[in-house]
C-alpha cells in the first residue's frame, strides 16, 4: 500500500524559479491538503481540495497555486520561488467530511530556495 | 476559529520514566483532537484521536490521552518512556462542523528528548 506519495523528497531551487509539488494517493480519498512544517510553528495549511476539480485556500496561500485535476493528484505549484518558502511540505488526504475519518500524511518534501 | 496551544515546546525525560505533554486547545465546535508523532526526518504518524466517544483515549506504543473539556485540555501521556519515544509531538484539532473540509489546525510541537 503506497498511502500518500510525495515528489520530489529533496529540493534546492534559486529565487524566482518555479517548481511543481506532486502529491498522489491511491486510497481514492476525496480530500486533499498541502501543509508547510517550520520550526516552533507545527503546520499550516496552505490550500486544500474536497473533491476533483475544486480547490480551496488554507491558512497560508499566498505564493502557492494549486490544482486537482484528478482525483488522485494534489499538485502545488510555486510559480517565483522565494527564501520565506524554504520548508518542509506535506500532503494529506482523509476519505470524507466525518471526523473520525484519519488523515494520512505524505513523507514530505524538503525543499530550500536560496 | 480553533487553536491549539502546547504549553512545553521541549520535555526531556530519563528512559523508564513517565511522560506528560500538555495541549491546550480552543474550537467554537465539538472538537476532534489528535495526536501525532513526528520522528527525525519522516513524516507524521497518528498516535490517537478523541472523537467524542470515551474521553480517556488509548494510542499505539502505550501513550493515552484524557479529553477535559472543562479544561479544553487533550494532554498526552505515558507511564514509561522508551529511548524510542524521541521525536517531535503535535496535538491537533479538527474543526468537526464540516466547513472547509474539517482541516486541521497544529500546535507548534513538543520536542522530547529521552535520556538514558
Known amino acids: 500500500n503506497a498511502g500518500v506519495t510525495q515528489t520530489p523528497k529533496f529540493r534546492v531551487l534559486k529565487t524566482g524559479q518555479s517548481m511543481t509539488l506532486l502529491c498522489a494517493q491511491d486510497?481514492?480519498?476525496?480530500?486533499m491538503y498541502w501543509y508547510r512544517q517550520d520550526p516552533g510553528m507545527g503546520l499550516r495549511l496552505i490550500h486544500y481540495s474536497v473533491g476533483e476539480g475544486t480547490t480551496a485556500k488554507g491558512e497560508v496561500p499566498d505564493g502557492y497555486n494549486v490544482s486537482r485535476l484528478k482525483k488522485q493528484n494534489f499538485l502545488l505549484g510555486l510559480e517565483s520561488a522565494a527564501p520565506s518558502q524554504t520548508s518542509v511540505y506535506f500532503c494529506a488526504s482523509r476519505q470524507g467530511t466525518t471526523h473520525n475519518y484519519g488523515y494520512t500524511f505524505g513523507s514530505g518534501t524538503r525543499l530550500t530556495v536560496v | 476559529a480553533q487553536s491549539v496551544t502546547q504549553l512545553d515546546s521541549h520535555v526531556s525525560v530519563s528512559e523508564g520514566t513517565p511522560v506528560l505533554l500538555r495541549c491546550n486547545y480552543s474550537s467554537s465546535y465539538s472538537p476532534s483532537l489528535f495526536w501525532y508523532v513526528q520522528h527525525p526526518n519522516k513524516g507524521l504518524q497518528l498516535l490517537l484521536k478523541?472523537?467524542?466517544?470515551?474521553?480517556l483515549v488509548k494510542g499505539i506504543n502505550g501513550f493515552e490521552a484524557e479529553f477535559k473539556k472543562s479544561e479544553t485540555s487533550f494532554h498526552l501521556t505515558k507511564p514509561s518512556a522508551h529511548m524510542s519515544d524521541a521525536a517531535e509531538y503535535f496535538c491537533v484539532v479538527s474543526d468537526t462542523s464540516g466547513a472547509a473540509g474539517n482541516k486541521l489546525t497544529f500546535g507548534g510541537g513538543t520536542r522530547v528528548l529521552v535520556k538514558p
Open positions: 486510497m481514492n480519498h476525496e480530500y
Open positions: 478523541y472523537t467524542s466517544a470515551a474521553t
